[in-house]
């Protein structure tokens, strides 16, 4: 098992470095322009600098070079330095966005924990729902439990986010009086500090309804799941031989049923944490949460090339770890598997 | 053999299964998987169970072992009716009758250890510490025939053969005086099969254990069994000793089945008559009027399609269903 990860972990480099390179050709052929939303008054030559200025003059493959060394270079030195172990000369260059000219990777750092509260907890809410709905939708397959949950899963899968948020925002900030307790703010504040009970209920309020509208449509695809593994073990024949041992139901289901359909439930699990850094870009949008997600639309909004590239990036590394990291879950899950 | 004690009596035992189709899923009809069967076990015999695919055998055996809620019928287990048990009080008569898989691929969880396989019946329904319980794991191991050394690896490091014997000390562990072995042998290879059937005549011998033995081999049923029943589309057609079955079938279903078995001397096999039964077997959602047979036996009467033939005793003891007898 160690062998196997520490090779994966060799490929992915070169995988990697491969990712970036697309990204950045991709991004390079795409018609956006970092000047294009400046007013049309700037005369063509001064535009032409202010585009030399951002770099823009030089040849693809250099600003693809240049970006590796700020980013695999500058970056990683910078974080040592903050960590108070000084190599190499501190005054570097770092990925600067083009829009607010700070570098991209502290923005990141910004907007990091607005996602991972919000979009983290609506995919631990998501999970926590899911299984248990899964597991009883099985146990007792077309049963009104089981009905109402494929009807709710079928809601939450075809109903886009930016629908049920809207419809949230429509109910619970607008039609409930401001003064009711079933009121929640619509808009997300990030100023808000956490220092006591009552403004941890602020936030509490505040997370609700995006929490809500993204954990709603994580259940209905991970709660499906965990039915079909489910109710693929169920017919097993050693979900037989449990019961011929005389063991209570609770053991057969709990133990023999559920420990083995969880295998393959945990692995899309663990393929689906990317998508929580990753952010959601449009309940983000629609609530206002000034997270990653929002971030990225910006930045393409604006043609800011390096902060697109850098948070695309960033996402790619996340997925091929998690991939690998579900890869070793199975191993370790399954023991019918072993990678070496 | 009639001074002998039943241990288990069946009777009038019916398992059918309910059909739902439709957008309402409605029950459309049901399959008679099991359709009023009644003989004994006695102690310490080996009851052969034999008949095609399909014919009922497996679910029989499941039933009596009330692995399925049965639809009608007694089952009376050493003097206490087992049918309409439920819960806990059919969980603690587990111990007394256990059954062997036909699929030892299957029937072991894939995530437990052969250790674990086999100390769970004993962690549920016999309270041992940890050094009793792993002695008793090795105890069962070295009775199927199993190294020591593999108690802590998982199912799928083993060969068909040994994983069937892990699937027997399992259903050993807690001393069952009943086993169903349901087609214990037919997943394995030929020179498999010889090992496994002499391990279960070995623990049958020194354990006194008594088996329904579930097969369509009838060569390895003839090796193996006291008495043999004969199944076909969810009744018992014939049940006899041994002996009697085999060199004397009566009913004309044993008859055709019986001449399908080859004759290892050359010579007499080929002057043998097969009897080869015209059509298929019907569906056993919806079975013939009368005999179950009478769409495929060669000696059909007009009675047969009209009378379902009761399952009586005959005069040389043995047991049958046909208006022939």
């Not at chain 1, 200025?53 to 040849?59: N, R, T």
Request: glycine share 6%; charged share 20%; hydrophobic share 45%.
């Amino acid at each position: 098992m160690f062998n196997f990860t520490v090779r994966r972990l060799l490929f992915t480099i070169p995988t990697l470095l491969f990712i970036s390179f697309v990204i950045f050709f991709i991004l390079d052929a795409a018609p956006s322009d970092p000047t294009g939303n400046l007013p049309l008054t700037i005369p063509p030559d001064v535009r032409e600098k202010i585009r030399a200025s951002l770099g823009l003059d030089k040849p693809m493959i250099m600003r693809y070079l240049l970006w590796c060394k700020q980013f695999f270079i500058n970056e990683p030195l910078n974080l040592l330095d903050q960590w108070g172990l000084h190599l190499g000369d501190p005054d570097r260059l770092r990925v600067i966005s083009f829009q607010t000219r700070s570098p991209v990777v502290d923005m990141i750092a910004e907007r990091m924990p607005q996602t991972l509260w919000v979009v983290g907890m609506s995919y631990v809410v998501g999970v926590m729902i899911a299984l248990p709905i899964g597991i009883i939708s099985a146990v007792k397959q077309y049963s009104w439990f089981d009905q109402l949950g494929t009807f709710i899963s079928m809601i939450g899968f075809s109903v886009p986010t930016f629908f049920t948020g809207v419809l949230m925002i429509v109910v619970f900030s607008t039609i409930v009086p401001r003064d009711s307790f079933f009121w929640f703010p619509s808009i997300y504040d990030t100023t808000l500090k956490v220092t006591d009970w009552a403004s941890f209920g602020a936030q509490v309020r505040q997370m609700a309804m995006p929490v809500f509208v993204l954990a709603l449509y994580n259940a209905a695809q991970i709660s499906r799941f965990m039915r079909a593994s489910m109710l693929d073990n169920l017919n097993q024949d050693y979900v037989r031989t449990a019961r011929a041992k005389g063991l209570r139901e609770r053991t057969v289901l709990l133990v023999h049923v559920l420990r083995n359909s969880l295998i393959p439930v945990i692995t899309v699990i663990a393929l689906g944490v990317p998508q929580v850094f990753g952010g959601a870009i449009i309940t983000e949008q629609v609530f206002k949460v000034n997270g990653l997600g929002q971030l990225l639309i910006i930045a393409i909004q604006g043609g800011d090339i390096p902060t697109v590239q850098t948070l695309t990036f960033i996402f790619a590394v996340l997925i091929v770890l998690f991939n690998l990291i579900a890869d070793i879950l199975y191993g370790i899950l399954d023991p019918r598997i072993r990678y070496d | 053999m009639s001074a002998q004690q039943p241990l288990v009596q069946v009777r009038n035992l019916k398992m059918y299964f309910p059909i739902y189709r439709g957008v309402l899923r409605r029950q459309v009809g049901e399959v008679k998987a099991v359709d009023d069967v009644s003989f004994d076990i006695f102690k310490g015999e080996t009851l052969g169970l034999v008949g095609e695919s399909g014919c009922g055998k497996s679910s029989a055996g499941r039933a009596i072992l009330r692995l399925y809620d049965v639809t009608d019928g007694q089952i009376i287990l050493e003097g206490t009716d087992i049918a309409a048990m439920h819960g806990k009080e059919l969980r603690q008569l587990r111990p007394e009758m256990q059954m062997i898989f036909q699929d030892p691929q299957a029937s072991l969880n894939p995530r437990m250890t052969v250790a674990s396989i086999i100390a769970e019946p004993l962690d549920e329904h016999r309270k041992l510490d940890k050094r009793a319980r792993m002695e008793r794991v090795f105890e069962l191991m070295d009775a199927v025939g199993l190294n020591r050394d593999f108690a802590n690896r998982f199912p799928h490091e083993f060969s068909g053969g040994q994983r069937q014997r892990i699937g027997i000390a399992r259903a050993l562990a807690l001393n069952p005086k009943f086993i169903v072995c349901d087609e214990p042998i037919a997943a394995l290879d030929v020179s498999i099969q010889a090992q496994v059937v002499n391990l279960l005549e070995d623990l049958q011998e020194r354990m006194g254990l008594t088996y329904l033995f579930i097969s369509h081999d009838l060569s390895m049923v003839r090796h193996l069994a006291t008495r043999v029943a004969v199944m076909y589309l969810g009744r018992i057609v014939e049940l006899a000793s041994r002996d009697q079955l085999y060199e004397d079938p009566r009913h004309p279903y044993t008859e055709a089945l019986l001449s399908a078995v080859p004759e290892p001397d050359p010579s007499l096999e080929s002057t043998r008559e097969r009897i080869i039964l015209q059509g298929d077997v019907p569906s056993p959602s919806n079975p013939p009027k009368g005999c179950n047979f009478c769409t495929r036996c060669p000696k059909v009467m007009d009675i047969c399609t009209q009378e379902t033939p009761p399952f009586k005793k005959l005069e040389d003891g043995r047991y049958a269903a046909c208006h022939l007898l």
